[in-house]
């Protein structure tokens, strides 16, 4: 089971990125998919979350409203659309997935991508 997260990339403030999330090896469309960064120096933090059941999301207060997060089952793909990019932003964006539920917590999923870095100049 491996998750391929790409589409990170250097943008100015104001831009827009797409990430994805392909998964491969298994069917994921019963698991709960989320979204982290994590900054130099800084700790893992939840960005986003997705349910499989209902795609109910979830996101921290410091993306609301600014970033989306969808998913395609029959694509295995999880996608992360971050607009109004503001350089505090900048991170290696995770893309994770568990079978129990949705959790802000890192350790509580089990698959993790390889993460890819998403630069915002200021």
């Known amino acids: 089971v491996q998750l391929q997260a790409s589409g990170g990339g250097l943008v100015q403030a104001g831009g827009s990125l797409r990430l994805s999330c392909a998964a491969s090896g298994r069917t994921f469309s019963r698991y709960y998919w989320a979204w982290f960064r994590q900054a130099p120096g800084k700790e893992r933090e939840f960005v986003a979350a997705?349910?499989?059941?209902?795609?109910?999301?979830y996101y921290a207060d410091s993306v609301k409203g600014r970033f989306t997060t969808s998913r395609d089952n029959a694509k295995n793909t999880v996608y992360l659309q971050m607009n109004s990019l503001k350089p505090e932003d900048t991170a290696v964006y995770l893309c994770?997935?568990?079978?129990?539920?949705?959790?802000?917590?890192?350790?509580?999923?089990?698959?993790w991508g390889q993460g890819t870095l998403v630069t915002v100049s200021s």
């Open positions: 994770a997935a568990n079978r129990r539920g949705v959790t802000t917590t890192p350790m509580n999923y089990d698959y």
């Open positions: 997705i349910s499989w059941s209902d795609g109910s999301t």
